[in-house]
Structure formats: structure tokens, C-alpha cells
């Protein structure tokens, strides 16, 4: 029986595509093709949807963590905190805007150490940048709380988050601004890339709406220099036709998560499963575990046709691009651990129970 992680090729089935294919031929009616209408339907949706009073789309998730920290105001000589176990682009925005990413540890939930994020600040540190890693959420109220009494701000790495909640609240919309992704293989995902941004600040939300497109104010006149982080209408389209889909997705992953959980509790010490706090709903954009023999294990389930993926096996402080701040091995003891052990495995939407219960049998047999 196969397995695949990658989920794409079930994604758009017929019904979805027709819907997907009608509203596209409206827009090539219109030919609103940059910004325009579709755009702004789909900027209200999602701000409705996030709980937030402003959303920008952008190209993708690492423009929106970018523009995100521009409009926060931060520039060269700045610290901006962050956690080392995530994807390149939460790092990336940082160095992209001139400021210098601060790596903490995670925890044995594989998110932002509240504790340690207190040990580094220093006199440049102008933001934390924590991330809602694999679409589970870091406590927000407590990073806040931090931030508040540092007269820090918060930027939500929310790339993964789309569909979480944190008692009812939505990732993202904890801080100045929450960055989205909709990269393929995020919760809401899109036939490309995608992403946004999303604010209760109107002065932010008028500078970000603007700086994606050139600085302008009208064709004719520039206020200050932007850029085009513009989405593609063709792709806000799609996000809107997924967004219809988006809860029933996340229930099914939940579900296929608490069926894992339930039977992958009872292999320690060979699987450990995160704490799954009450009040913290996730989305599973990865179902991570701690294998015991984790290379073994995964190279034994590819031979059984169960394809599972690493995130990652370096943890950003020890990449190649970050040997400039004079990071080392064993400063993060948790993620460098979680390194080595952390298997992700196929929890999408589009398995059925067989397939549930062939990958759980192939785990038991190999620590039999
Ligand atoms: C945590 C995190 N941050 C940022 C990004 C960047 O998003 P994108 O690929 O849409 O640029 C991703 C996903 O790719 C991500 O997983």
C-alpha cells in the first residue's frame, strides 16, 4: 500500500476545478489582473476568517514576513528574536530587512522557549519573531506579556498556522502583524505561491498597502519607494475556493492526528508525541514526532512505501549562512536533539483509514 505526503495530486478534483475554472473566466472578463476586485474579496474573506481587521495578500508568505517586519519599522543594527527550528524564510525576512535574527531554543513542543527568549535581549532588540511551528502555536499570551514589558513588538511567523486557534483566537493576529503563507503544501494553500498579511493597525495597514505596490498613490504618484509584493488574482481565486474547504480539512487532519496520538503514546520510549495543550487547536500542516533510530525508521517506511519527510535536519543556527554570528553546536540543545529524531509523517486529508492503519502497523513493526 502507498502512502504519499505529497497530497497534491488529490487536491483539485473535478468539482473543486470547475468552480475554480468558472471564476477565472470571469476575471478574464474583467482582465483585472493586478489587484482588483477578486483580490479585495479575497483580502475581506480572509480577514474575516482570521479574526483580524486588515489583511494584505501578497506573492508569498516570505514577502508578507518581510513586508510584515518593514512596516514594524525594522532596519539595519536591529535584534530581532526568533527560534532556530523553523524554515529558512522566517530567518531569511530578518536578514532581509538588514537586522540581525537572535536564535533561541525551542521546547519539547517543538516551539519558541518563552524562557530563553528573556536571556538575549540586549540594547538593539527591537522584536520577537515567534513562529507557530508545523502549525501548532508557542504561548502568545506569555510572549506578549514579555514583549509588553520590554517595549518590544511582535511579529507572528503564522505561515503554518492558517486554521489553528489558541482559545479561540487565531495565530497571527496575537502581535503587530501575523505573516501567512499558502505555499502548496500549507493548510490553505494555493496552485503556486501566496501569502498575506494581516493587522489591527489601520496607519500600518495603509504604509504595508502601499509599499506592495511600488508606494503609490495613484498611477501617477509615488509617496515613498515600494516594491510589487503583489498576489496574483488567478491565485486569489483559488485561496477563496479553498478557504470555502479549509475547517472541514483541518477536522479531518485533527482527527487523523488523534488517531496516530492514540496509538503512538503507547511505543515509548521509541516514539514520543508533544503535549498537546488544552485550548491549542493545531493544524497539522506536519505531524511531527521523537523516533528513537529516526533515519532507520524512515528509510524502513520508504522500503513499505510511507513517505515521510525531515523538518530539518539542521537547525538554523547551525547552517552554513548563520556561521556569521558565531553560533556553535550544543547552543541549542533541545532543537539539535529534536534534529535528530523528529519524523514527520503523512497526516493529510486525503488518507483513509487503511492507509492510517498500515502506517501505524509498519511503525510497531520495525521497534518489534
Ligand atoms: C514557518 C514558515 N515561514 C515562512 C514560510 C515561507 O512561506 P512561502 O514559502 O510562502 O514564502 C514557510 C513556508 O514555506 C514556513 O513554513
Known sequence: MKVPYNYLPFEFNNKSTKSIFNEWKKLIKTSDFTLGSF???????FAKYIGGKYCIATNNGTDALILSLKAAGISKDDEVITVTNSFYATTGAIVAVGAKPIFVDCDERYQINVEEIKKVFTKKTKAILPVHWGGASPN?????????????????????????????????????VGAYSMHPLKSLNVMGDGGMVVTNNQSIYKWMLKYRNHGMVDRDNIDFWGVN??????????????????????????KNAKF??????????????PKRP???????????????????????LKKNKIECKV?????????????????????FPI??????????????????????????????KFYN
Open 39 to 45: 483580490v479585495k474579496q479575497f483580502e475581506e474573506k
Open 311 to 331: 523538518h530539518y535536519p539542521i537547525p538554523l543556527h547551525l547552517q552554513k549562512a548563520s556561521k556569521q554570528y558565531g553560533y556553535r553546536k550544543g547552543m
Open 229 to 254: 509584493y503583489r498576489i496574483q488574482p488567478l491565485q486569489a481565486i483559488v485561496a477563496m475556493d479553498c478557504l470555502k474547504r479549509l475547517d472541514k480539512v483541518i477536522k479531518i487532519r485533527n
Open 140 to 176: 502568545m499570551e506569555a510572549i506578549n506579556k514579555i514583549a509588553k514589558r520590554r517595549g518590544l513588538i511582535v511579529i507572528e511567523d503564522a505561515c503554518m498556522g492558517i486554521g489553528a486557534k489558541i482559545h479561540g483566537k487565531s495565530p497571527g493576529t496575537f502581535g503587530l
Open 278 to 300: 488544552k485550548g491549542y487547536m493545531e493544524t497539522y500542516a506536519l505531524y511531527m514526532v521523537l523516533c528513537k533510530k529516526r533515519d532507520q525508521l524512515q528509510e524502513f
Open 335 to 364: 532543537a539539535e536533539d529534536q534534529a535528530k529524531k523528529l519524523l514527520t509523517i503523512p497526516v493529510h486529508q486525503f488518507l483513509n483509514q487503511r492507509q492510517l492503519n498500515y502506517v501505524i502497523n509498519c511503525i510497531k
Open 260 to 273: 496516530y496520538d492514540s496509538h503512538l503514546k503507547n511505543l515509548k520510549p521509541f516514539i514520543e508525541i
